[in-house]
């Protein structure tokens, strides 16, 4: 009830191609779905979130889509960059009791991205 | 940057040993979180504070302790180690109540020997 899957393990683009990653949830209670970029030595960053309201977010170069009724949604980076290259981790939370907040976060298991120049 | 601080960053021990980790939360936040990241496991959630208050627990082992003081810092504590435990250590927080998204620092990678 609390997984998160993730796919690919890893991803090889060349520059200026298009980086799609997968994740799949179960726990209809989650609400929010954060993507985190981790280089390596670093610590996660959040790159990009989205509710279940909506289907898609864009910023920049990164897009998320959500498909709410399949449970499942993607990561998706426009013309890819060697800087882009990192482990790419979906995630996914749901609103603790007063007070608390969406930074429990259940992780897929994480996916390296090479972007070749 | 962040804004979290977790030292020390690198920490190297012998099995059986005790070691402390310190995180900082960025001003203004409330919550702290406990994160691990092994190769095999992942990130795993391990414990949740908020303004002093224990909130939320994972899969903490028993050997694993946590507390939020006053000024809103909190440590780890890992005792009994194992080679196990290897494994780097995230800190992260949020600014609560309500529900924000989390940052985290740059962690804390121990080795168990």
């Known amino acids: 009830q609390q997984q998160v899957k993730q796919s690919p393990q890893s991803l090889i683009v060349q520059k200026g191609g298009i980086s799609i990653i997968n994740c799949a949830y179960e726990?209809?209670?989650?609400?929010?779905f954060p993507w985190y970029q981790q280089f390596p030595g670093k610590g996660p960053a959040l790159l990009i979130a989205i509710r279940p309201d909506v289907s898609e977010k864009k910023e920049g170069r990164f897009t998320i889509s959500f498909n709410k009724s399949a449970k499942q949604f993607s990561l998706h980076i426009m013309d890819s960059q060697p800087g882009d290259s990192a482990t790419y981790f979906c995630?996914?939370?749901?609103?603790?009791?007063?007070?608390?907040?969406?930074?429990?976060?259940?992780f897929g298991q994480g996916t390296i991205l090479t972007v070749h120049p | 940057d962040s804004g979290v601080t977790q030292t020390p960053k690198h920490l190297i021990t012998a099995t059986g040993q005790r070691v402390t980790l310190r995180c900082s939360p960025r001003s203004g936040d409330l919550s702290v979180y406990w994160y691990q990241q092994s190769l095999d496991q992942g990130l795993q959630f391990l414990i949740q504070?908020?303004?002093?208050?224990?909130?939320a627990k994972g899969n903490i082992l028993e050997r694993f302790s946590a507390q939020q003081f006053p000024d809103l810092h909190s440590e780890l504590n890992l005792s009994s180690l194992e080679l196990g435990d290897s494994a780097l250590y995230f800190c992260?927080?949020?600014?609560?109540?309500?529900?924000?998204?989390?940052?985290f620092g740059q962690g804390t990678r121990l080795t168990v020997v």
């Open positions: 992260a927080s949020s600014v609560g109540p309500g529900n924000t998204e989390a940052f």
């Open positions: 504070y908020y303004n002093g208050e224990e909130r």
């Open positions: 726990n209809t209670a989650f609400d929010y």
């Open positions: 995630a996914a939370s749901m609103p603790g009791a007063g007070g608390t907040s969406y930074g429990k976060l259940t």
